[in-house]
């Protein structure tokens, strides 16, 4: 979001030379026109001045004959994806969010975003982490450091990165140390809130705690993993094939180092020589329908394999979305050094 709106602002009534003052000053070459009434008319870059210029218009000119009044805005409403998508196709960097009179409510750069996905999420840190003991005898987990930040810091920056502005943290062990590094979310451009486990209630159990979701799409994930999957692809096919719950999944290869026979009965039916498997693992990261997650028991224990084994029971949509990426789990001192020599390769490129 952008904080100064008069940096990006300029009246209808100003000359050019005012507009290209503070173009010059302004790190987007885009400034929205606006009337006496503060109403939006237009967006004005350099280039629409270029072509009044050609065209004969004077830079003595008031910038309502230079802008452009075919411009690009959102409502106060949320944004539909699709959209969002398809100004950064087409190269547009800020976009102005306009109240029903046309007056701007704030600005979006699209240059620091991926998307405005319609998604709450939620992130599972309640866990003791045995493995890693004894780094997690005095810090839990999700605060375990990864590069110049903890772990569960690179999952938020990632929802931020989709515009998914609603999280909720379920914490238990040493969760108030969680709950200090991160507060109400000040400063990470992500709103949070806390759900206390009073026990263990599995990887998915403590969704029933959460007293409210805004969006009908909910992300529950694992704080613990490092990844790069993009959300908003994740997005787009939990809603395109009709899905009551999408599980994100990794490819999982297994190669056996011998010829592998078909038999049926004692006859060989085919022969492959050392064949390698590719098995869809889950990867602890979850679509999943509002209706869904509101049906879980209040406060008891289930893990995510327990709701998709119901799901499926139920004749329900569940479907898989391969992560085609970077994933860790970070649940053995083995994978936090792997992920730790991967953070460093990635912040010296």
């Known amino acids: 979001m952008i904080s100064n709106l008069n940096d990006y602002t300029i009246k ?3 000359s050019i030379l005012d507009a ?12 929205f026109v606006i009337d006496h009434d503060n109403r939006m ?22 910038v309502c004959n230079f802008c452009h009044k075919q411009f690009h805005y959102l409502g106060s409403e949320q944004p539909s994806p699709c959209y969002i998508k398809e100004l950064k196709e087409l190269d547009i960097n800020l976009v102005p969010i306009l109240s029903e009179d046309h007056r701007i409510i704030r600005i979006i750069n699209l240059q620091n975003i991926r998307n405005i996905l319609p998604i709450d999420a939620v992130f599972m840190a309640g866990g003791r982490g045995e493995r890693l003991r004894p780094l997690t005898d005095t810090t839990p987990k999700p605060l375990l450091p990864l590069g110049k930040k903890p772990i569960i810091a690179h999952n938020i920056e990632r929802i931020r990165q989709y515009g998914i502005s609603k999280l909720y943290i379920s914490i238990r062990y040493l969760g108030s140390m969680i709950k200090e590094r991160f507060k109400d979310g000040s400063g990470t451009g992500v709103e949070i809130s806390y759900i206390e486990e009073d026990a263990p209630l599995g990887t998915i159990g403590a969704v029933s705690l959460v007293p409210h979701f805004s969006n009908d799409t909910v992300l529950v994930m694992n704080s613990d993993l490092f990844t790069n999957i993009d959300l908003e692809e994740f997005y787009f096919h939990f809603k395109e094939t009709g899905s009551d719950m999408a599980v994100a999944a990794i490819p999982y290869n297994i190669s056996v180092p011998y010829a592998v026979m078909e038999v049926n009965n004692t006859d060989i039916v085919s022969f492959k020589e050392k064949p390698t498997y590719t098995y869809m693992s889950n990867g602890g990261i979850y679509l999943i329908k509002r209706d869904i ?4 028991p209040h406060n008891t224990r289930m893990d995510a394999t327990d709701l998709i084994q119901n799901l499926l029971n139920q004749k329900k949509k569940v479907t898989y979305f391969p992560i085609i990426g970077y994933w860790i789990d970070i649940g053995k001192p083995e994978d936090y050094k792997k992920a730790q020599e991967f953070i460093t390769y990635i912040e010296k490129r």
Not at 42 to 61: H, N, P, V, W, Y
Not at 293 to 296: D, G, P, V
């Open 41 to 62: 008319i237009g967006s004005l870059t350099d280039g629409d001045i270029r072509r009044g210029l050609l065209q004969g218009l004077a830079l003595e000119s008031p």
């Open 293 to 296: 997650l509101e049906k879980i």
């Open 20 to 31: 290209l003052e503070k173009l010059n000053a302004n790190p987007t070459y885009t400034l």
């Open 12 to 14: 209808s009534n100003a």
